[in-house]
T-cell receptor
Framework: GNSVTQMEGPVTLSEEAFLTINCTYT??????LFWYVQYPGEGLQLLLK?????DKGSNKGFEATYRKETTSFHLEKGSVQVSDSAVYFC????????????FGQGTTLQVKP | ETGVTQTPRHLVMGMTNKKSLKCEQH?????MYWYKQSAKKPLELMFV???????ENNSVPSRFSPECPNSSHLFLHLHTLQPEDSALYLC?????????????FGQGTRLTVV
């Protein structure tokens, strides 16, 4: 079945460091791919998405490129801020047409000043 | 503010209690979802409603009973829960049910079963 695997956390970085959070997926066909972010005490918010191979999603300085050949959708940011501290979830939307999302386990990011 | 509101934010209930979680969306969406978020586990889809009809039930125990009276409201009725049901329950909505549609989430209800 479809699944998403994220790197284990927590990831602890200093402010202005480069961020990479790895995400790989297993799916039949070509799913849409998402990164969601969950700030403390909040629900999930869409950070970025890509709907076809080689698409790059970007938002708030974060980027991720849909790589079909490596079945990956790694999240990157060139210079993190303390306010980026949150839990990041990689997810895919399969072809079932129910709109459901399959999530990775989440990666906690802690950015220290 | 995502346009999806969940109440209550926190709930503590005994194993013999009956309670309900409520979700309301003000986005004009026509699909709504319940997800369960447990510590150190991926979010698990519980139920999907599209146009007020349940279109998916992911092998959820019958002690969880969803209700969708209209496209703006979704309930999760709880009875005789177990301590392992303690989790964050998240409601989401989408404009349609197609692939690639952005989901909008509520802030969740933190449920503790004692």
């Amino acid at each position: 079945g479809n699944s998403v695997t994220q790197m284990e956390g927590p990831v602890t970085l200093s402010e202005e460091a480069f961020l990479t959070i790895n995400c790989t997926y297993t799916a039949t066909g070509y799913p849409s791919l998402f990164w969601y972010v969950q700030y403390p005490g909040e629900g999930l918010q869409l950070l970025l998405k890509a709907t076809k191979a080689d698409d790059k999603g970007s938002n708030k300085g974060f980027e991720a490129t849909y790589r079909k050949e490596t079945t990956s959708f790694h999240l990157e940011k060139g210079s993190v801020q303390v306010s980026d501290s949150a839990v990041y979830f990689c997810a895919l939307s399969d072809k079932s047409n129910t709109g459901k999302l399959i999530f990775g386990q989440g990666t906690t990011l802690q950015v220290k000043p | 503010e995502t346009g999806v509101t969940q109440t209550p934010r926190h709930l503590v209930m005994g194993m013999t209690n009956k309670k309900s979680l409520k979700c309301e969306q003000h986005l004009g969406h026509n699909a709504m979802y319940w997800y369960k978020q447990s510590a150190k586990k991926p979010l698990e889809l519980m139920f999907v409603y599209s146009l007020e009809e349940r279109v998916e039930n992911n092998s959820v125990p019958s002690r969880f009973s969803p209700e969708c009276p209209n496209s703006s409201h979704l309930f999760l009725h709880l009875h005789t829960l177990q301590p392992e049901d303690s989790a964050l329950y998240l409601c989401a909505s989408t404009r349609g049910a197609g692939m690639g549609t952005e989901a909008f989430f509520g802030q969740g209800t933190r449920l503790t079963v004692v």
